[in-house]
């Protein structure tokens, strides 16, 4: 069996998963998401399958995915990188996500990249909630950041997650701006927590991933 057909296998066991996961809270879950910034596509391998031949470009996640497992191990690949792989550690019945990023290796002479390192890092997810709240992360070679949320500013530290609570219950959208370019909106019309995912790219600007971070 080709490496496509496994991985439509793999992909339809997946959607399986996803259709009992409200009856079936022993299954763990997980969402990926690529924030190298870099043209072309990062290929997710899960012990070893291909989640998606065609891959994903920056700026996109796979969406919630369940397993029957308590660890998978992800190997992420770009074609200007050299290949990444860590196992993660999952919680039955809650949702991790996993974000892939660069950091580049400089020569120390001329300051030139030599190479792009691919990254990994999680965000956690905050406890059931009626409220609306965000939970920030800016993944950076910068210290820090300052970003707007309808031009509310937020200081944001690199690798560090921040978490902000949105008061106003009129307020059903939300732009995201750094130095006054709007990088990113979302919606917050139904109460939980809302990732927001803030990284550089190749071009010296940045962009942003911003998702729904449901139990599921």
Not at 40 to 62: A, M, Q, R
């Amino acid at each position: 069996m080709n490496k496509i057909c496994r991985a439509t296998l793999f992909l339809i066991t997946l959607i399986a998963f996803e259709s009992t996961k409200a009856q079936d809270d022993t299954n763990s879950y997980f969402r990926l998401a690529n924030a190298t910034g870099l043209d072309g596509k990062v290929h997710f391998h899960l012990d070893g399958e291909d989640l998606n031949p065609d891959g994903y470009i920056s700026g996109e996640t796979t969406g919630s995915l369940g397993v029957a497992a308590t660890s998978v191990r992800i190997k992420a690949s770009h074609l200007q990188c050299e290949d990444a792989e860590q196992t993660f550690q999952l919680t039955p019945g809650q949702q991790t996500a996993i974000i892939v990023y660069v950091e580049p290796e400089k020569d120390s002479k001329t300051g030139e990249i030599k190479k792009r390192l691919i990254k990994f890092s999680t965000l956690d997810r905050k406890a059931d909630s009626k409220k609306r709240t965000a939970t920030l992360l800016f993944l950076s070679v910068s210290q820090s950041i300052e970003v707007k949320m309808n031009n509310s500013p937020i200081n944001l530290t690199a690798l560090k997650q921040s978490d902000i609570a949105f008061g106003d219950s009129r307020l059903t959208g939300v732009n995201i701006t750094v130095a006054e370019k709007k990088i990113g909106d979302f919606d917050i019309e139904d109460p939980g927590d809302y990732a927001v995912i803030v990284f550089d790219k190749a071009d010296g600007t940045h962009g942003c991933i911003s998702f729904y971070n449901s139990r599921h």
